[in-house]
């Protein structure tokens, strides 16, 4: 578990996220969480920024068929995730969207 951890243990996922400071600083900024649970992971999210993510992707060299993509909230939440390793790490990246659902013209809800 995470007892007894100090930031020095988290070393690594730091360290990766200065390094994608210095290369991709001029990507769109994700929501960043570090924590003593997976002390070996850096989790890059974006919300209502599908392209930020796909940049990232692209810069990170991750396939387009590498992407997952799931649903939440009943449907109403599109979640694409992928996964890379950077600088010893495991970069996590994951977009949240909501689902676009086309209207038909004439059609009464």
């Known amino acids: 578990m995470s007892e007894g951890l100090t930031l020095d243990d988290l070393v690594v ?43 990232w992707c692209d810069a990170l060299g ?3 068929g590498a992407v997952t993509h799931g649903t939440q909230s009943g449907g109403r939440t599109q979640v694409l995730r992928a996964s890379a390793e950077r600088s010893g790490a495991k970069l996590e990246l994951v977009a949240y969207a909501p689902m676009f659902v086309p209207v038909l013209a004439g059609v009464a809800a």
Not at 20 to 47: K, N
């Open 62 to 64: 991750i396939a387009p």
């Open 13 to 55: 996922p730091l360290r990766a996220l200065r390094l994608l400071a210095a290369d991709l600083g001029h990507l769109s900024a994700p929501a960043v969480w570090v924590t003593t649970i997976y002390p070996d992971r850096l989790e890059l999210s974006f919300h209502d920024d599908l392209g930020g993510f796909e940049a």
